[in-house]
């Protein structure tokens, strides 16, 4: 029978997918998405992969009054019958849905 020999391995390092950016912005996701909830504005859904926050647009005057002095690069794409406004909140996608209204004929 063959003698088997054992090497010992290297100390373990933790691996870590995360970038070091990624705790940061997480947090900031994390910190504005309660600080929204606290002020009453109803999130519809979330997404930290993309970073962006879907809120109910009939939250958008609560939005305006809380949030205001920190809205940054506000937009708006056309997407069929719906606008699709986005604006950046610390570096957070806030973004909402509204009912684009027809022209008069």
Known sequence: MAALHLV??????????LTEEFPKKL???????????DAGIVIKALDLADNKIFVDPDSL????????????SMRCNVEGRLARSTASIRGVGVVWFTLVKEQDK
Request: aromatic fraction near 6%; charge should be positive.
């Open 27 to 37: 947090a900031t996701f994390n910190d504005l998405t309660r600080d929204m909830r």
């Open 8 to 17: 010992p391995l290297a100390p373990a390092q933790p691996l870590s997918i």
């Open 61 to 72: 005057e609560l939005l305006a009054r809380r949030f205001g002095h920190e809205l940054r």
